[in-house]
């Protein structure tokens, strides 16, 4: 507590003090004033005249009781509104206390530290609302930090690489700190006015999340080779460039999505809501599009020589099914 605040808690109880007195004194004579001899002067017997002056001041000592009852009543709100300000004040301090700690721990060299503290920031964030939007910030910049897919940079990778590495491991096992932090950003609810999250020229290949909620997020030029996304929702997201080759998306929501350029050679996008969605110059070839929704979708451009659709597969109007043509006999890849 400061010193300012200090002198104004007692400044304000003196006043209450000084204020609860004046009620004391004076608010039983406002309310029944003492009988006077001209009030008395009519009544003739003095046993008579002592007992309304006894009822009278009877009536005051009621109205004083009841001064002492608010008065007290007070004192019981403004308790309770300090020990709740106190918890409040309690609460903030632990929470700072706790948000330190986990991020001090996120930047540790230890793997297993560092997985610890990603795990305290998802508690922060589901305890503190008003810490959601900061804390899915420095995931997405730990993700961007210890993931990095140079696309662009003198000695960055070729990007899309020729062909998908499938002897990468899954990346819970390859880096599980990177698999928890998206796992946690997939969990965090969202704030309603909440930055978009920035995760482009990440390198994601084999990542597994399940309805996961990735909204509005920047994944530009991201590998995401041979990733497991079933269920998860990347509305309005921006995967310009992505590879998702070989991926698993079946049942993920992409509407109002920038997918031009991805490449989704080989993968499984059975069920995906592509509704409203920008594909311009993106290749499905060789995907499986069973009961995939592209209603309303820019498909200018899009490649889908050997994909492979069901009667379920919803297309724009006016869309040319002799797009998917594949080989005869051949079949999806079963994912």
């Not at 400061?2 to 608010?27: K, M, N, Q």
């Not at 006894?54 to 007070?74: E, F, K, S, W, Y």
């Not at 004040?89 to 948000?99: D, I």
């Not at 997405?140 to 940079?153: L, N, S």
Request: charged share 20%; hydrophobic share 40%; aromatic share 6%.
């Amino acid at each position: 507590m400061t010193r300012s605040t200090f002198w104004r808690l007692v400044a304000g109880g003196i006043v209450f003090v000084a204020l609860a007195i004046v009620c004391l004194t004076l608010a039983p004579g406002w309310f029944h004033p003492s009988l006077t001899d001209a009030d008395l002067r009519g009544v003739g017997s003095a046993e008579t005249r002592i007992g309304l002056q006894q009822a009278q001041a009877q009536l005051q000592n009621n109205v004083r009781g009841t001064v002492l009852q608010a008065i007290a009543g007070v004192l019981v709100v403004a308790g309770a509104a300090a020990t709740w300000r106190q918890v409040h004040v309690n609460r903030e301090g632990q929470l700072t206390e706790r948000f330190t700690r986990a991020v001090d721990h996120v930047g540790s060299e230890n793997r297993d530290v560092r997985i610890g503290g990603l795990y305290a920031l998802e508690r922060v964030a589901r305890n503190s609302p008003a810490d959601r939007d900061t804390i899915q910030f420095l995931l997405a910049t730990f993700v961007r930090t210890h993931a990095p897919w140079a696309v662009g940079a003198p000695d960055g990778p070729e990007h899309p690489t020729p062909t998908v590495d499938e002897s990468v491991s899954w990346l819970q096992v390859r880096a599980p700190d990177i698999q928890a932090a998206l796992d946690i950003l997939g969990r965090v609810p969202c704030s309603k006015n909440r930055p978009r999250l920035y995760l482009s020229r990440v390198d994601l290949r084999s990542l597994q999340l399940h309805n996961a909620r990735l909204v509005d997020t920047q994944l530009r030029h991201a590998n995401l080779a041979r990733a497991w996304l079933r269920g998860v929702r990347m509305d309005s997201s921006d995967l310009k460039g992505t590879d998702l080759r070989r991926a698993n998306l079946e049942g993920a929501v992409f509407r109002n999505a920038n997918l031009g350029g991805v490449q989704f050679a080989g993968a499984r996008v059975r069920g995906v809501d592509f509704r409203e969605a920008d594909l311009t110059g993106a290749d499905l070839g060789g995907a499986d599009v069973c009961g995939a929704d592209f209603r309303g979708a820019n498909l200018t451009g899009t490649a889908f020589a050997g994909a492979f659709a069901d009667g379920a597969t919803r297309w724009p109007d006016g869309f040319d099914t002799g797009r998917l043509t594949r080989p005869a006999g051949e079949k999806p890849h079963a994912r």
